[in-house]
């Protein structure tokens, strides 16, 4: 009884995350241009390349959104209790190439404006897209194994 209230509360709050997060980078991401413009007194490289950082920081505002989009996809089947389907295999593909495409917009980014911080982006979605491209791979074999297994039922 208590392990199910903490986690009808934990699958709440992620749910209530992923959310905000999804509207939220909406939001950050249709306003990267305003956003941007008062920016540029405090970071004057903002200013020299103001629409090459806002083109490619809505690309990858874009892409994030994207990812979101579909871990939301997929926290809807946890929460069914059927997370071993077709559609989640396609989610972590599509996060997987979404992953790739944001660290290679900031590597083109990173080529223009040299920042550590960049640096460490381009690593973190690199990762993460081959950790989504490998867990599509274990996903796509629970599909079939649970396939064949409701065949065989």
């Known amino acids: 009884m208590q392990n199910e209230k903490l986690s009808d509360g934990v699958a709440r ?7 905000v997060m999804f509207y939220g980078g909406i939001l950050c ?30 690309l990858s505002g874009i892409g994030a959104v994207l990812i979101i989009r579909e871990l939301r996809r997929m926290f809807r089947t946890v929460l069914d ?10 989610s972590l593909r599509r996060m ?17 404006i040299f920042t550590p911080a960049a640096v460490i982006i381009i690593l973190v979605f690199f990762i993460a897209a081959l950790f989504s491209f490998v867990l599509s791979r274990v ?13 065989t039922i």
């Open 139 to 151: 996903f796509d074999t629970a599909v079939r194994y649970k396939e064949e297994n409701d065949l």
């Open 81 to 90: 209790e059927d997370c071993f389907v077709r559609q989640n295999v396609t």
């Open 29 to 58: 991401t249709a306003l990267v241009p305003w956003l941007f413009r008062i920016g540029v007194p405090f970071y004057p490289s903002l200013e020299q390349y103001y629409w090459f950082n806002t083109v490619l920081f809505m």
């Open 96 to 112: 997987g190439w979404l992953g790739l495409a944001i660290a290679l917009i900031t590597a083109v980014r990173l080529a223009v």
């Open 13 to 19: 709050f992620t749910s209530a995350l992923l959310a």
